[in-house]
């Protein structure tokens, strides 16, 4: 039995019931982080159009892609404090994206230091860099599969496996939609 269904009209207006703290930090952030996000996107445009093909995507996937995290990060921190299910599933997609995102970035440094020329010295910095935030963010995951945080949420009869394989799949055919679409 979840804690929020003990809890009475009073106590969740007033904010009384047993939200675990990590959750509020990691709500406030993820939705200050896409609002920031967004608002960078917007001041950044034409600088952003510009950087894209340097990278070696369009205009409009780059755009799409900082405007997706920026919504992701906002909905799942509203959904997040407000302890909705859906906020529970957009952070563990939000921190499974970031793995993703992160471990790629790790696995190009090799390929993207030989395509420009990259001294190996500096290479050392980048992988440190890439392996911190993919650690950080498997903590994360970690921490939104634990019992009190699943029992905040009501998710407590979600598979975490189940959960996680979910997220990642979704993270796979969207890195896999970016390759072809390129």
Not at 2 to 17: C, F, K, P, Q, V
Not at 42 to 55: D, G, K, R
Request: with cysteine.
């Amino acid at each position: 039995m979840s804690n929020l269904s003990r809890a009475t009209n009073e106590d969740i207006m007033e904010g009384n019931y047993d939200r675990p703290i990590g959750v509020s930090i990691l709500a406030i952030l993820m939705a200050i982080s896409g609002v920031g996000l967004l608002i960078i996107q917007l001041l950044a445009f034409s600088v952003l159009n510009e950087a894209s093909p340097l990278v070696g995507v369009t205009n409009t996937f780059i755009q799409a892609a900082i405007g997706f995290l920026g919504l992701l990060g906002l909905a799942g921190g509203v959904g997040m404090w407000l302890g909705k299910k859906w906020g529970w599933w957009l952070a563990m997609f939000y921190f499974a994206y970031a793995i993703t995102r992160n471990a790629n970035a790790w696995l190009s440094i090799n390929h993207i230091s030989d395509q420009y020329g990259a001294l190996e010295q500096n290479l050392t910095s980048y992988y440190i860099k890439y392996g911190i935030r993919i650690l950080w963010n498997v903590l994360l995951l970690y921490f939104m599969c634990r019992e009190n945080v699943m029992s905040f949420f009501n998710t407590t009869e979600t598979k975490k496996w189940k959960a996680l394989l979910i997220v990642f799949v979704i993270c796979l055919a969207i890195f896999a939609a970016g390759m072809f679409l390129n």
